[in-house]
């Protein structure tokens, strides 16, 4: 049984630049979550996906956007992107109800 | 708004020897509470999880936490480390569904194990 699976492993962007990153829940999964770790932090929540939408969302702008598949799986999206965007973006994945587990992440550079 | 306070960012003990590492949480009612571990570079591995009933939790790898609701603390324990445990630690809090929804976490405790 697959864990949750992300794709790339790392990426490096230049800044104004724009960026997707994509995640497979685990198998049984239907809600996804994405969170962004800076270095030396905890990781913040950005939002959740549910039934191909956007159920809650952090603080966070509106360049950062995403998307949920038919298939559950789901994709994070940043625009115009700033070296503040420099992280490592982790997503997770859960059931209606229960604890989510966490892909190994992605490590965004932005130079 | 939740928040969650991991009051030690880094410490070393010694293979063998016990280790306590606190957590205390600001939320007025109890939420579901969380330790996940963190190996370089590596996700997150849920170690355990608290929900209700039984103060005392146990996890995985030989780690327990126990609930204090009148300290509003969740502090993870475990009798003898071993050379392995040495990774970042997180407490985090949810709200909602078991956990599903938002999690928030602390900042994190470091953790570096000498022979």
């Known amino acids: 049984d697959a864990g949750v699976t992300q794709s790339p492993t790392h990426l490096i962007k230049t800044r104004g630049q724009q960026v997707t990153l994509r995640c497979s829940p685990k198998s049984g999964?239907?809600?996804?979550?994405?969170?962004?770790q800076a270095l030396g932090q905890?990781?913040?929540?950005?939002?959740?996906?549910?039934?191909e939408e956007e159920r809650q969302r952090g603080n966070f702008p509106d360049r950062f956007s995403g998307h949920q598949f038919p298939n559950y799986s789901s994709e994070l999206n940043v625009n115009a992107l700033l070296l503040g965007d420099s992280a490592l973006y982790l997503c997770a994945s859960s059931s209606l109800v229960g604890?989510?587990?966490?892909g190994p992440g992605t490590r965004l550079t932005v130079l | 708004a939740q928040s969650v306070t991991q009051p030690d960012i880094h410490i070393t003990v010694s293979e063998g020897a016990s280790l306590e590492l606190r957590c205390?949480?600001?939320?007025?009612?109890t939420p579901y509470l969380f330790w996940y571990v963190?190996?370089?570079g590596q996700g997150l591995q849920l170690?355990?999880?608290?929900?209700?009933g039984d103060t005392l939790v146990q996890g995985i790898k030989g780690?327990?936490?126990?609930?204090?609701?009148?300290?509003?603390?969740?502090?993870?324990?475990?009798?003898?480390?071993?050379w392995s445990d040495a990774a970042e630690y997180f407490c985090a809090v949810g709200l909602h569904n078991f956990g599903n929804e938002k999690l928030t976490f602390g900042t994190g405790t470091r953790l570096t194990i000498i022979p």
Do not use: C, M
Not at chain 1, 31 to 36: A, F, G, H, R
Not at chain 1, 42 to 51: A, D, K, R
Not at chain 2, 24 to 29: E, I, K, Q
Not at chain 2, 47 to 52: D, E, H, M, R, V
């Open chain 1, 99 to 102: 604890e989510q587990f966490f």
């Open chain 2, 38 to 40: 963190q190996s370089p």
């Open chain 1, 29 to 36: 999964h239907d809600t996804v979550s994405w969170y962004q």
């Open chain 2, 63 to 82: 780690f327990e936490a126990e609930f204090k609701r009148s300290q509003s603390s969740f502090n993870l324990r475990k009798p003898s480390v071993h």
């Open chain 2, 24 to 29: 205390n949480y600001s939320y007025g009612a």
């Open chain 2, 47 to 52: 170690l355990l999880k608290y929900f209700s």
């Open chain 1, 42 to 51: 905890g990781p913040q929540f950005i939002f959740q996906y549910y039934e």
